[in-house]
């Protein structure tokens, strides 16, 4: 059976803007569909995603529908730069909203999110990727996915510099071979799981 993702592009531009994001977030969906894996990226920023930590925030809030893209996922992969050395507002904001998970336990304690796998894919001129992953890989633990092997892509440039990775007109050899390694250890988590997931609390 496929496996499905969906990719949150949190990038602070809207649509239609370039992002360097999305271009490592699309390369890393590429990968993945070498493993029978189905996916596309939602940009975050071009939705209403109220703050808070509910499921719902009320009228207007864009992200129930999102959190039923992420229930029908098997992976959830979470796209962000780095904007003083941290993930960006827009990434914050699609954790916060996840947070909600954490009362929504069925009768064996799992959390609805448990069996999913997520991953990060980060970019930026500056350093601050493996700060960002760090981030990016607690938050998405407490709340019940699973990490794979490496957990993470990423592309920084030269400090202080002027080239996006958009602006590249090919991949890193090394950031090409490590993002198709991260599929692999991504596709093959998640059909472990998807066979045969976590038994909960007896």
Not at 26 to 45: K, M, P
Not at 79 to 89: E, H, N, T, V
Not at 119 to 139: K, P, R, S, T
Request: aromatic share 6%; net charge negative; with cysteine.
């Amino acid at each position: 059976m496929p496996l499905k993702a969906v990719a949150f592009n949190c990038t602070l531009k809207h649509s239609p803007s370039p992002s360097s994001t999305e271009r490592i977030l699309r390369e890393f969906l590429a990968a993945l569909g070498e493993y029978d894996t189905e996916g596309d990226i939602v940009r975050a920023v071009d939705h209403e995603i109220k703050p808070g930590v509910s499921a719902d925030e009320g009228d207007g809030d864009a992200w129930p529908a999102l959190r039923e893209r992420v229930l029908a996922a098997d992976i959830v992969i979470l796209g962000s730069p780095i904007w003083l050395g941290q993930p960006s507002s827009v990434a914050r904001r699609v954790l916060e909203r996840m947070d909600a998970f954490l009362g929504e336990k069925d009768e064996r304690g799992r959390m609805p999110s448990y069996g999913k796998v997520a991953v990060a894919a980060v970019v930026g001129n500056e350093d601050g990727a493996h700060h960002v992953a760090a981030e990016f890989q607690q938050a998405l633990t407490e709340v019940g996915f699973t990490i794979p092997a490496g957990g993470v892509t990423y592309w920084v440039g030269e400090a202080m510099g002027g080239i996006d990775y958009k602006d590249l007109n090919e991949p890193p050899k090394v950031v090409a071979e490590w993002t198709k390694m991260l599929a692999s250890n991504t596709a093959h988590l998640a059909s472990l799981l998807k066979r045969d997931g976590y038994p909960g609390r007896g």
